[in-house]
């Protein structure tokens, strides 16, 4: 019995690694510098935000931590032409008043660049100040907390 139940972790251990590769658009990002992390689900496009349901499933969203203000992912498109993967990205504020489009794309296991493109600037809140953020900004892969 405790071989299969080892079985049964180990692969699913292989299976969720495999899915990260043939899957890059599905992932929590994160940058320390600017803490800001993004949730994507660039294929299911069922990412839920937390406290603010009535938005209903997306593709993501990018975040400062400690506050509830966001940028909505409402529309992704993968370039599976690219040799990197990437994607273009059309992100809205929470209110609806700002939008900008932009390139996320992968750089490697765990790096991903996000390049704003045209349209409003991207920025947060920050110690009661609007923060800009820059044009290019890099993001990690980190584990779901």
């Known amino acids: 019995m405790r071989i299969s139940v080892f079985s049964f972790f180990l692969a699913a251990g292989m299976a969720a690694t495999a899915q990260t590769a043939e899957e890059p658009f599905k992932a929590h990002l994160y940058n320390e510098e600017y803490n800001v992390a993004m949730h994507i689900d660039f294929y299911g496009q069922d990412i839920t935000i937390p406290g603010q349901e009535l938005f209903g499933p997306m593709a993501g969203y990018l ?3 400690a506050t509830t203000y966001c940028w909505l992912v409402v529309d992704a498109d993968i370039d599976t032409a690219s040799s990197a993967p990437r994607a273009t990205l059309l992100m ?5 008043s700002e939008d900008f489009q932009a390139e996320l794309t992968v750089k490697g296991d765990t790096l991903y660049v996000l390049r704003h493109m045209k349209g409003s600037v991207l920025k947060v809140p920050n110690k009661g100040k609007w923060q800009k953020l820059p044009k290019m900004i890099e993001f990690r892969r980190r584990n779901k907390r």
Do not use: F, R, T
């Not at 809205?92 to 609806?96: A, F, I, K, L």
């Open 63 to 65: 975040v400062k931590d």
């Open 92 to 96: 809205s504020n929470d209110y609806g």
